[in-house]
């Protein structure tokens, strides 16, 4: 352990920068890191400003940040992929490799895994780190720090992407266009979808989707989502709906939007339970798939982002400094509709 400075979350509405102890052994399978950009995630804002999500509550202070990206400066006994100087990018969350769901491939549901900035397990949004070498991914040359750091909101438009079981020339729909319904919409057209429509209300939030070649923007304050996918498919529906939104209004839809046969990819969680049509799904054959952040998802990513198939440049809307970091997170309370990613960048 070692003193080191680093934004704490000391308690919910409270962020200082200040020494906290940190490992800082770099222990054998493992690397030490030293940050380059760290990007700010829902996740981190709302422990910020809700103290809590979900089961996991922050009673202790904890170093906020998981979306990381840098430069290795150690490597412990036994790491052989990787060596000093080599830049690469993180995977946040570490599961027990003992575990029954890590021996079925699904690490990612591993109720022992420790995920940074998930209470009780500091994140990285300090200059130095250490991390087990198996989650930790080199990048291209021609892959920035930046982009290396968005690896992690990516790998969940993925993971989504991945269990919708996408067939080329397939018309999605995407619910939400927050940043995580952008990184699906994203990721789905990565995976073979002909187009994708992107709902919400915010007309920001869609432009910024826009951009990317195969979206189709709707904006469900003026238009009526349902006409619209009907008219795309000719009365079908569509093939996939990602839901990004976690809203009861957009789960109240979902049956006029998908085809018979087709598949509903739940994102976004909603904060209470929220009604589901089993009648309608089950006369209609749907598939209901789940995601829950993502499990082999990085090299994919960083695979996309190194051939130029996929650029998440156009999403980073303003870098700040470590030094002022907690102006970036009170930025990111503002929660402005312009806003995709703020990143945090050391010198
Ligand atoms: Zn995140």
Redesign the pocket.
Known sequence: MAMQRALVLERQHELTLRDIDLPAETGPGQVKIKLHTVGV?G?DVHYYTHGKIGPFVVNEPMVLG??AAGTIIEVGEGVTHLKVGDRVCMEPGIPDPHSKASRLGMYNIDPAVRFWATPPIHGVLTPEVVHPANYTFKLPDNVSFAEGAMV??FAVGMQAATKAKIAPGDTAVVLGAGPIGTMVAIAALAGGCARVVVADLAQPKLDIAAQYQGVIPVNIRETDLAADVARLTDGWGADVIFECSGSPKAWATLMQLVRPGGVIVAVGLPIDPVAFDVSTATTKELRIETVFRYAHQYERSIALLGSGRVDLKPLISETFTFEESIKAFDRAVEARPTDVKLQIMFE
């Open positions: 995630c996740s998981h979306e992690e909101p």
